[in-house]
């Protein structure tokens, strides 16, 4: 594996992610006016329900119809509209470190690149941002925040990235469900390898806190074709193990299971509600987030 | 058993097996670590085939090295051969075969005297049996069981090949070679007819250790009068010219004899000649002639045999295939003088242009010689006559290999260069005899050539008439003159070139030069010359039994034999004159000299055993074959498991 390059933000790739628009599909509670619906009644053009009037309500919103009907004042409740709170959480074990030569980035720097436009996107709408980094446990966190200064932050902590280690999904989820109570937006960036089975228990967790979840599975395409040609003595990058491994012999089995996961991680995504989008390394990161958007969009 | 090599040079191409070890080793490279994300998906398949893979590229390498080496060995040609006898002894026998053997009782007492030598050696370990005839031939190697040995011999037959005691010799030296013994001996059954022995190298010994036993047999050789030799000139164009056969009967003893010697002809019927009474006296030799009448026939078989014949068959009997020849091809290049052109054809086709010329006169193309062999026999040519260099190599190729040039000199001063460069002649000045009228007379005639011999009569005409007007000076040392003027020119002239001949004429057949071509001397010397430079250009030898026939074939017994290589479709094979002679080789202490080894030279390779022994199909080739086949399959396994071993 050749040794990864260091982060390069390209102000194109900002830039054009100033572009795209990322609405939340769930009642989200921010703090802030915003583009994303809320649980709570606020101010906005979307009629929400009437309230009988109580002594000291606004009377602007005093429903005189209905009082000219029924002899009963009502106050008209509209659907607040409120910012998105949104924290990405971006998987930093070893595993994250790999690049076979065919790609240009390595894992961990191509889900970086992806959740800086995505956070440049989400600042670009006021929308709060933060972002941690998981291993054996939460290496690094910034909460939600809406500013410039926390979007550079959040960019030196991308920056900081050594991928080392390994993921314990369910201990990172967990923590992150206690740092992240309210409603909201959670991004994680991960390449799934780890314990599928604690991997779903901690997105039912997120679920069951009325979070919203996109689960990136990033992928480099050599793990996806498994297109070697010498044996060699694979080793694992997060536990160390090592194995000899002839390819032509290996693949045929190695992309069978590799299929019974996918399918499986599709099916439980589906189940929990958890949208689940591959990235493949080798596609440009800015093609690989308007598409996802534009699926999303076209599939509400 | 122990083995041994026929070839063991071969053996130095096993240096190849380090070619494959050498890429094994080269390409097994530290198994490179790889850092790969998860091994999950590959521990789920629960293969491992690191191990696998090393296995097979061990059994590649296997396979590669079984390949060469089965090629090696069987190129080195294994040979099992006995185990030492008790001694430290091995033997091999040399068996004469060749036609003397069939005189009297001579194969009997060979047969019988190599069955008790086979015995008597085969007590201790088996010995090796090699035929001697036109060629060395082994009939049972060391490997051969006993019991397969003497039936071998019981059902052997003496051939009608000549004998060749050196191959002989030399082969069972080489089987002996390939022994691990410490003492090696050959014994030798044979007639020892002194004309086959005398040809034996007695300078060149053997390898050392190798002693010899001669064995004669036959003790009283029987007497025997045999016809070692026949000759049919049969330079005839026509089917019904009469030609002579000439035999020569010889008898071989001291005693006088008197014989009857008979001829036929085969054609659709047999067709008795003559026959004539012979008296030979002792080691004395005589010619019989048979005329033979003019018949039509396009190939005639002939006999010439001793009535009654005695024991010592076949050489009581000769045969002879004649058949016509076709018309001889003169070829003319470069006349300048148009009327020595028409005087030459006038004498080489006197019947016009009907097929029933002697000769055909050919003109030739300057610019095409490169075909002069095919085209023609011999040319005329005159002097000076410019050629391009592919022109002038094929007149020299044409005269090397036996052709004939009759070179006309004339008014040219000079050669031309190519003519200068190849002809040892010098030319001098012309000379002139004075006024038209006069010239001299040839004046020194050499009459005991063959060509000039008819003219030696009075019938043949009178060659002093001839008057020369003009004529070209020529010097050359090795010419045979055999026309000269009475100063000493050389008119004529015969000047041997390679295998061929030149006859050099000191000027052009016309009448401003002399009177020659309207003298009737001239057409029968210009046949002359034609027949005997015809006569001098070389023939096939005569074929013998065990040669190879114009096909290809062999022929192993006297007779007439079909090839589709000749003119006629048959031609005869005869026995060699040498075995007749049954005069027995006494100097038996020569064998001692073969024995010495202070004279083995330090180089082996004046004997090449591959070139000369003839080993007959036996359990030696089969080795060789299988070793091929092993290789063979090695190579298609190796092939196979490449391509499917993981890299």
Redesign the interface.
């Known amino acids: 594996?050749a040794e990864a390059p260091a982060i390069a933000w390209d102000p194109d790739l900002f830039a054009r992610a100033e572009t795209l628009e990322w609405r939340s599909r769930v009642l989200v509670e921010g703090f802030l006016q915003g583009l994303h619906r809320s649980r709570l009644r606020g101010f906005s053009s979307e009629f929400s329900q009437y309230q009988p009037y109580i002594q000291g309500d606004d009377l602007r919103y005093a429903d005189w119809r209905a009082f000219g009907r029924l002899d009963r004042l009502y106050i008209r409740q509209f659907e607040a509209e409120t910012n998105l709170r949104c924290q990405i959480l971006l998987d930093a074990s070893g595993?994250?470190a790999?690049r076979s030569e065919e790609s240009s980035f390595r894992?961990c720097d191509y889900a970086a690149l992806i959740a800086a436009s995505l956070m440049r996107l989400l600042l670009t709408q006021h929308d709060a941002f933060g972002i941690s980094l998981a291993r054996k446990e939460l290496a690094a966190h910034l909460p939600p925040r809406v500013n410039r200064l926390h979007f550079f932050r959040c960019l030196g902590v991308l920056e900081t990235i050594r991928p080392e280690g390994i993921f314990d999904v369910a201990a990172c989820i967990n923590a992150l469900a206690e740092l992240f109570p309210k409603r909201g937006l959670v991004v994680i960036f991960t390449?799934t390898?780890d314990n599928l089975e604690h991997l779903i228990e901690a997105l039912q967790r997120l679920r069951y806190e009325h979070h919203e979840i996109c689960l990136f599975q990033v992928v480099?395409p050599r793990?996806m074709d498994f297109a070697?040609?010498?044996?060699?003595?694979?080793?694992?990058?997060?536990?160390g193990?090592?194995?000899?491994?002839?390819?032509?012999?290996?693949r045929t089995?190695?992309l069978a299971?590799?299929e019974k996961?996918q399918t499986r991680l599709r099916q439980q995504c589906l189940d929990l509600g958890v949208m689940h989008r591959v990235l493949p390394t080798d596609q440009p990161p800015f093609e690989a987030m308007a598409a996802f958007l534009a699926e999303r969009e076209s599939h509400p | 058993m122990t083995w041994s090599f026929l070839a063991p040079m071969y053996l130095l191409g096993g240096l190849a097996l380090v070619i494959p070890l050498w890429i094994h080793f080269r390409n097994r490279r530290p198994i490179q670590t790889y850092a790969f994300p998860t091994l999950r998906f590959l521990t789920e398949t629960r293969i491992s085939t690191h191990r696998f893979r090393e296995l097979m590229r061990w059994l590649v390498l296997a396979m590669r090295l079984a390949a060469l080496a089965g090629l090696v060995l069987a190129f080195a040609q294994p040979w099992r051969h006995a185990a030492l006898t008790p001694s430290g002894e091995v033997s091999a026998l040399v068996l004469d075969v060749s036609c003397s053997m069939k005189a009297g009782k001579a194969w009997k007492e060979a047969r019988d005297s190599a069955l008790a030598w086979l015995e008597q050696e085969g007590a201790h370990a088996r010995p090796a049996i090699v035929l001697m005839g036109k060629s060395a031939r082994v009939l049972a190697s060391f490997d051969r069981p006993l019991a397969d040995q003497q039936s071998a011999l019981k059902t052997l037959t003496p051939t009608f090949e000549s004998t060749d005691p050196e191959a002989a010799l030399r082969a069972a030296a080489r089987l002996l070679e390939t022994q691990p013994a410490k003492k090696k001996k050959i014994t030798i059954i044979s007639d020892m007819t002194a004309s086959a022995w005398r040809k034996v190298d007695w300078e060149q010994p053997l390898s050392p250790g190798i002693t010899i036993e001669p064995r004669a047999v036959l003790p009283n050789p029987p007497p025997n009068v045999a016809i070692t030799e026949i000759s049919v000139p049969h330079s005839f164009w026509q089917t019904n010219v009469p030609f002579t056969v000439t035999a020569t009967v010889r008898n071989f003893s001291i005693e006088p004899r008197e014989v009857q010697v008979s001829c036929q002809i085969q054609q659709s019927e047999t067709r008795k000649i003559g026959s004539e009474k012979v008296s030979l006296a002792g080691k004395g030799a005589r010619e019989v002639s048979f005329a033979v009448a003019p018949a039509e026939f396009k190939c005639a078989r002939g006999t010439v045999r001793i009535d009654p014949p005695d024991e010592l068959t076949p050489d009581d009997e000769r045969f002879f295939a004649v058949a016509p020849r076709r018309p001889g091809r003169v070829g003319r290049l470069g006349f300048r003088e148009k009327n020595a052109d028409d005087f030459l054809k006038a004498a080489l086709m006197p019947k016009a242009e009907t097929a029933d010329n002697r000769y055909q006169w050919i003109p030739l193309d300057p610019q095409s010689l490169q075909s002069l062999k095919e085209t023609t026999d011999f040319f005329f040519l005159d002097q000076g006559m410019p050629l391009a260099a592919a022109g002038a190599d094929a007149v020299k190729t044409f005269v090397a290999e036996g052709g004939a040039v009759i070179l006309m000199l004339g008014d040219a001063d000079q050669l031309a260069d190519w003519e200068k460069k190849w002809l040892p002649i010098e030319l001098g000045a012309k000379r002139e005899a004075g006024a038209f009228s006069q010239g001299q007379h040839f004046a020194q005639l050499k009459l005991s050539h063959p060509i000039l011999r008819p003219f030696s009569l009075p019938r043949g005409g009178d060659l002093f008439r001839v008057k020369v007007r003009k004529w070209r000076e020529f010097r050359a040392a090795s010419a045979q003159p055999l026309i000269q003027l009475a100063n000493g020119d050389p008119i004529f002239a015969v000047l041997p070139q390679g295998r061929g001949h030149i006859v050099a004429v000191a000027f052009p057949f016309t009448r401003d030069w002399s009177d020659w071509p309207i003298q009737s001397t001239f057409l029968p010397l210009i046949h002359q010359m034609l027949a005997w430079l015809e006569q001098k250009a070389p023939r096939p030898s005569e074929i013998r039994p065990g040669e190879s026939a114009p096909d290809g074939s062999i022929a192993d017994q006297p007779g007439f034999w079909g090839s589709d290589q000749t003119p006629h479709g048959v031609f005869a094979v005869n026995i060699d004159p040498a075995e007749s002679d049954l005069a027995r080789w006494t100097t038996l202490a020569s064998f001692k000299q073969l024995e010495n080894p202070e004279k083995l030279p330090a180089s082996s390779a004046w004997f090449d055993p591959t070139s000369s022994v003839q080993t007959p199909a036996s359990n030696n080739n089969i080795l060789i074959g299988w070793l091929l086949l092993v290789a063979a399959m090695f190579s298609l396994a190796e092939l196979g498991l490449a391509n499917r071993t993981p890299r």
């Open positions: 594996m595993s994250m790999y894992k390449d390898w480099d793990e070697f040609k010498d044996s060699r003595l694979f080793q694992d990058m997060e536990s193990a090592r194995m000899p491994v002839t390819p032509d012999w290996n089995r190695y299971a590799l996961h």
